[in-house]
């Protein structure tokens, strides 16, 4: 069984920055990867972020040069960096992760962007 918890959305104004976290606990296995998707309202979940257990990070080309996914693998947790925020970034933010076949979703966490 594994939870996953997110946490670090709020209201930011455009050009602004926002950290998410996210916290995994449960049966965690090496290899995994863990990333960051959001839905807005009205489109389908997409990939922001993810990274690999060794450290390997894959960007939407949305957010490239804006965003930084890091994992802390001893404390099961990883965070998303989001600078030089847009009001297209707003959406609900979920945490994934991806491990021997199966996937564990976070509640998600609100990031509004908007003056």
């Known amino acids: 069984q594994v939870h996953v918890v997110e946490s670090g959305g709020g209201l930011v104004q455009p050009g602004g920055s926002l950290k998410l976290s996210c916290g995994v606990s449960?049966?965690?296995?090496?290899?995994?990867?863990m990333g960051w998707y959001r839905q807005a309202p009205g489109k389908q979940r997409e990939l922001v972020a993810d990274i690999t257990s060794e450290g390997t990070a894959n960007y939407a080309d949305s957010v490239k040069g804006r965003f930084t996914i890091s994992r802390d693998n001893a404390q099961n947790t990883v965070y998303l960096q989001m600078n030089s925020l847009k009001p297209g970034d707003t959406a609900v933010y979920y945490c994934?992760?991806?491990?021997?076949?199966?996937?564990?979703w976070g509640q998600g966490t609100q990031v509004t962007v908007s003056s």
């Open positions: 994934l992760l991806s491990q021997l076949g199966t996937r564990a």
């Open positions: 449960g049966d965690i296995f090496d290899g995994n990867v």
